[in-house]
């Protein structure tokens, strides 16, 4: 494949949040005060079930900048939701999401999102503090689960929202920097991991500051948002998304940090690479993800026999998800038509089980394996 872009399965629900979040921003008379857009780590409980939560949140418009994630420590998978425009955009006000797990389907149509949302679990919480609480239902509101979470960084790290928008060159960048509190050498290693990913220290930027003024920013077309996707156990993943109006819409790309040991991870340094058996372990898992005939080779939907492997990797709590731009690896006439399912790219997911054959000595004893 020439290139391969990254997403959430459940991208155009990614979408469709950001979309209705940008336009409730009108309402706000400082959509982009400081402090008033959050990214927050969260872990608590669900019930009786251990939850990790990555909170994206704008007091100043409701806006998801993408949508919110949260995942099962002890289970594979991620579970997206995103929050209802309140009444107020006050502080104190109780907030309610609808949350949804993400697709199986090879493609998936936005569409089916917006016609079921009261088919999906919802959120109504509170956000005080450093705790988040509330009350998780069922989708017939017969089933209530207790929400309690506290921010908790002791494996994470803290990072704040930053804003840049350029009318002249049409460009926007909300992302993610390290705050004040987040240790020294940790702020200064990811601070420069992050302005290298969008070529600022390429250019001789050492801060973002200087990015923001010297107008570097401003040659990021369209918007683009960068915000951390795992964020656990000395690991830091960021998403970049790039969104214009030009075909392909979306550019998605990863940058994997090993904060504790101050390096960026490439699937290189996780994995002793053996493509034939790792293709044959991407065609068995999407075979069985997508639900596919067994009795088809993989040019029935793809356009190869043979699955690549990747570049563009996220690593998180239980495995390694490979992620491949709709664009790139299925004919068009499948999906030209469709609505939104350009923005959906596939996403491959392998256990650090699958994997442990491969899987590097000092990286496998990070992981538990």
């Known amino acids: 494949m020439k290139r391969i872009q990254h997403g959430f399965l459940m991208a155009?629900?990614?979408?469709?949040?950001?979309?209705?979040?940008y336009a409730q921003k009108k309402r706000a008379a400082n959509p982009h005060a400081p402090g008033?857009?959050?990214?927050?780590?969260?872990?608590?409980?669900?019930?009786?079930?251990?939850?990790?939560?990555?909170?994206?949140?704008?007091?100043?418009?409701?806006?998801?900048?993408?949508?919110?994630?949260?995942?099962y420590p002890n289970q594979e998978g991620t579970t997206l939701f995103y929050i209802y425009e309140p009444e107020t955009f006050d502080h104190n006000v109780t907030l309610t999401a609808g949350e949804q797990e993400e697709s199986h389907k090879l493609m998936?149509?936005?569409?089916?999102?917006?016609?079921?949302?009261?088919?999906?679990?919802?959120?109504?919480?509170?956000?005080?503090?450093?705790?988040?609480?509330?009350?998780?239902?069922?989708?017939?509101?017969?089933?209530?689960?207790?929400?309690?979470?506290?921010?908790?960084?002791?494996?994470?790290?803290?990072?704040?929202?930053?804003y840049f928008r350029d009318t002249s060159s049409e460009t926007t960048l909300i992302a993610v920097k390290p705050s004040a509190n987040t240790n020294s050498s940790d702020a200064d290693f990811i601070t420069s991991a992050e302005l290298n990913f969008i070529n600022g220290r390429s250019i001789g930027v050492n801060n973002w500051p200087d990015y923001f003024t010297g107008g570097y920013a401003k040659k990021l077309a369209g918007v683009n948002d960068m915000f951390p996707v795992y964020n656990d156990n000395g690991f830091l993943v960021l998403m970049k998304s790039q969104y214009t109006n030009k075909f392909p819409v979306d550019d998605f790309s990863f940058l994997c940090l090993d904060v504790l040991n101050k390096r960026i991870l490439t699937l290189n340094d996780i994995l002793n690479i053996d493509e034939t058996r790792l293709s044959a372990l991407l065609e068995k898992s999407v075979r069985k993800n997508y639900n596919l005939d067994p009795n088809k080779e993989l040019s029935a939907w793809f356009l190869f026999d043979k699955i690549?492997?990747?570049?563009?990797?996220?690593?998180?709590?239980?495995?390694i998800n490979f992620y491949y731009a709709i664009d790139e690896v299925?004919?068009?006439?499948?999906?030209?038509?469709k609505f939104l399912d350009r923005h959906t790219?596939?996403?491959?997911?392998?256990?650090?089980?699958?994997?442990?054959?491969?899987?590097?000595?000092?990286?496998?004893?990070?992981?538990?394996?």
């Open 12 to 21: 155009a629900f990614f979408i469709i949040a950001s979309s209705v979040s």
């Open 36 to 71: 008033e857009d959050i990214y927050k780590h969260y872990t608590g409980t669900i019930g009786t079930r251990k939850v990790t939560l990555d909170l994206r949140y704008g007091y100043q418009g409701a806006s998801n900048y993408g949508g919110s994630t949260y995942y």
């Open 108 to 162: 998936a149509d936005a569409r089916e999102l917006n016609r079921n949302r009261s088919a999906f679990p919802k959120w109504k919480f509170t956000i005080t503090g450093n705790k988040l609480t509330g009350k998780w239902y069922s989708p017939d509101g017969i089933v209530i689960y207790d929400i309690n979470l506290t921010e908790d960084y002791s494996r994470s790290y803290p990072m704040d929202v930053i």
């Open 308 to 319: 690549p492997v990747s570049e563009k990797i996220m690593i998180g709590n239980k495995g």
């Open 330 to 337: 299925i004919p068009a006439k499948d999906y030209q038509d």
């Open 345 to 369: 790219p596939i996403k491959i997911f392998l256990s650090y089980d699958d994997l442990k054959d491969m899987l590097k000595d000092d990286f496998k004893k990070r992981v538990g394996i």
